[in-house]
Each structure stands twice: as C-alpha cells, then as structure tokens.
Nanobody
Framework: VQLQASGGGLVQAGGSLRLSCAAS????????MGWFRQAPGKEREFVAA????????YYSDSVKGRFTISGDIAKNTVYLQMNSLKPEDTAVYYC?????????????????WGPGTQVTVSS
C-alpha cells in the first residue's frame, strides 16, 4: 500500500488544519491507520490511531480533545482534524498503516509509512 499525506501548512495558534492520508494499492479498510509527528530535534511520537473500520480511536494525551481522527473507507482516506493548534504542535506529520484490525501507539507496529507533511503553528 502507498500512503500520501497532505493538508499541512502554516497556521496561527488557535487555528485549525485538516490532514488527509490517501491510501492506494489496497483499500484502507484492510488496515488500521495512525498519525505520528516529528518535531525538529525530537523523536517521532504517536498522535492518533483508528481501527480498521473506525470503531476505535486512540489519542496521545497532548492532542486529546483537540484532534480528531476519522476515516472514509469509500475514499480510502484517513483524516486528522486538528483544532486549537499550539506552537508545540509544529512538526512533520506522518501517516502509517498497520496490517491489523486495531491501531497502535507504537511506531514499530506499523507496516507502511507515507512521506510527511509539514505543519507549522505560529504564536
């Protein structure tokens, strides 16, 4: 499966962005999906994940209540709606796919990764 993330950009603190991750090669319904991010000088960290058919979602404590992950099986696309953005949300965001029903917070549980999309939040 190939993944392509889009929707990143520059936004002021308090603003919103919606990231999209389009899957090709296999339908997204065959995989659980996750979003991770990596800020400059830091390790990549878990952001959110969704189970294969969207029944279960998981969030890191740092984004819970502000970010929402969702999926559109018909479009083979997973979204990350990011609201109330903070400067500390600035990072390259990556989407990933896991050959399993449930999502995971761990990087090594994912089998496919897309190139990242930059999100910059100005103060």
């Amino acid at each position: 499966v190939q993944l392509q993330a889009s929707g990143g950009g520059l936004v002021q603190a308090g603003g919103s962005l919606r990231l999209s991750c389009a899957a090709s090669g296999r339908t997204s319904s065959s995989y659980a999906m996750g979003w991770f991010r990596q800020a400059p000088g830091k390790e990549r960290e878990f952001v959110a994940a969704i189970s294969r058919r969207g029944g279960s979602t998981y969030y890191s404590d740092s984004v819970k209540g502000r970010f929402t992950i969702s999926g559109d099986i018909a479009k083979n696309t997973v979204y990350l709606q990011m609201n109330s953005l903070k400067p500390e949300d600035t990072a390259v965001y990556y989407c990933a796919a896991r050959r399993d029903y449930f999502g995971s917070t761990r990087e090594f549980d994912y089998d496919y990764w897309g190139p990242g999309t930059q999100v910059t939040v100005s103060s």
